[in-house]
């Protein structure tokens, strides 16, 4: 007993680290027009967090608009949130957090930077006037600086010398608050760059900074625009998290062995309660937390199950089976094995009979498509089966790109499955079918 809750703690520790995000907003997903309103964004003029409902004679309200921006693996937005100054400030809440560190990361591009420093946003906690970190940008003349303030203390910037960033280019810049709780001042706020986020928290900063008062705890943040000094621009992606990532991206494709792609594919990996589809381009992402993964491929969903399956299949294992013509393809082999006994044979032809008149709707072995790892070398060409059906990942601990199953459609050892046939062709008979394929 005492071993297997040993188990479940250390399994608890693992994956606590890799909570979910304690806010995420890709406004991809919002409507255009005023923010205020949508998935617990506020604007509030009077209040310099910005939550709560607008107050005053005029309430006016950043907008979303169709802008698209993305950094690599990190996020693409199609929509983006428009900051233009004198606007009400705009912010929303978060869970609240009283220890270690928070990590706020924000995908923005801007079009114009004040000659003075100016708050961009501000992670708050207990109140909207209480600030426990913001972000600062200057003019830096042909590009801007980025810098961070604690509490009420004013902007800091690299002295030795800062990162001159782009205007009009899309940045990624992540504010750390990170709490000690020793003394009422020695809370670090710290502040990434342009950081790879295919790899870990890096060792190197901006800047990072302890001056100022200590938060007590922090559960909102703000753009705080009710003021004519403000950078315009958009944010793309707004995250807060408590570690620096909540998971790695691992990509990959399901393709066919002639490369068609496979999309609607289920990709599940081994410890993860989530799984993921592929697209119509045959890609899947899947965020996992740091481990040991083995990643498999299914799909039983074709709408036309004989998609593939035709009459040219059968004669192609027949003269396979009678030695006329042997298949050329490990792949094909593969296919021809509808009752998974691993050899082709006369029962593989009278099950693909079966699927293509309709009386059955999947093969013996319950599938209708089997997935290989397409870095898997054969030993016998001739001889396939058993293959590996799987791609294991071991410490996963860095963004992974590359992992490409070969989808094979159980039957079609021509590879002539099309992603376009969507439905049944209801051009043939059944008793016209019986005669196509010698029943």
């Known amino acids: 007993m005492r071993i297997i809750m040993s188990i479940i703690i250390v399994f608890a520790i693992i994956f606590s680290s890799y909570s979910q995000p304690l806010l995420y907003s890709n406004f991809s997903t919002f409507s255009q027009g005023n923010l205020s309103g949508q998935n617990g964004w506020t604007n509030n003029s009077s209040n310099a967090g910005g939550l709560g409902s607008c107050t005053g004679a005029i309430c006016t309200n950043n907008a979303i608009v169709n802008n698209p921006i993305s950094y690599p693996s990190f996020d693409i937005a199609t929509k983006c949130l428009s900051l233009i100054s004198d606007q009400d400030g705009v912010g929303t809440g978060f869970t609240s957090t009283k220890g270690g560190s928070v990590y706020l990361f924000l995908l923005c591009q801007f079009s114009n930077i004040p000659g003075t420093s100016t708050d961009l946003v501000r992670i708050m906690g207990g109140s909207n006037y209480s600030t426990s970190c913001r972000i600062y940008l200057k003019n830096a003349g042909g590009g801007f600086y980025a810098g961070v303030g604690k509490g009420a203390a004013s902007g800091v910037y690299n002295g030795s010398g800062p990162t001159l960033l782009g205007i009009s280019t899309p940045h990624l810049l992540v504010l750390k608050y990170t709490f000690n709780n020793v003394t009422t001042s020695d809370d670090v706020v710290t502040l990434y760059v342009d950081p790879d986020m295919s790899l870990p928290e890096p060792t190197t900063h901006e800047i990072q900074t302890s001056g100022g008062t200590d938060a007590v705890t922090v559960d909102r943040l703000c753009f705080p625009y009710n003021a004519t000094n ?170 992974k790109t590359n992992q490409t199953f070969y989808g094979i459609k159980l039957g079609d050892v021509n590879w002539d499955w099309s992603p376009l046939l969507l439905k049944q062709n209801p051009s043939l008979k059944q008793g016209k079918k019986e005669k196509e394929i010698g029943l």
Request: net charge positive; aromatic share 8%; with cysteine.
């Open 230 to 399: 403000k950078a315009t621009g958009l944010i793309g992606a707004v995250k807060v998290t408590t570690t620096w990532s909540d998971g790695f991206s691992v990509v990959g494709k399901c393709i066919t062995p002639n490369g068609t792609s496979i999309k609607e594919a289920t990709i599940s990996a081994t410890g993860a309660t989530a799984t993921v589809n592929t697209d119509t381009t045959g890609t899947f992402t899947y965020k996992l937390p740091a481990g040991n993964y083995t990643l498999k491929a299914t799909k039983n969903n074709d709408i036309n199950k004989t998609n593939g399956v035709t009459a040219l299949d059968l004669a192609l294992i027949q003269s396979h089976i009678l030695g006329k013509a042997v298949l050329n393809s490990p792949y094909k082999i593969i296919a021809g094995d509808v009752n998974g006994d691993g050899f082709l044979s006369a029962i593989d032809i009278v099950y693909m009979k079966r699927l293509i008149l309709g009386l059955d709707t999947i093969f013996p072995v319950k599938k209708l498509w089997v997935f290989v790892d397409s870095s898997y070398i054969f030993p016998d060409l001739q001889h396939p089966i058993p293959f590996k059906d799987s791609i294991n990942i071991t410490n996963l601990n860095a963004n």
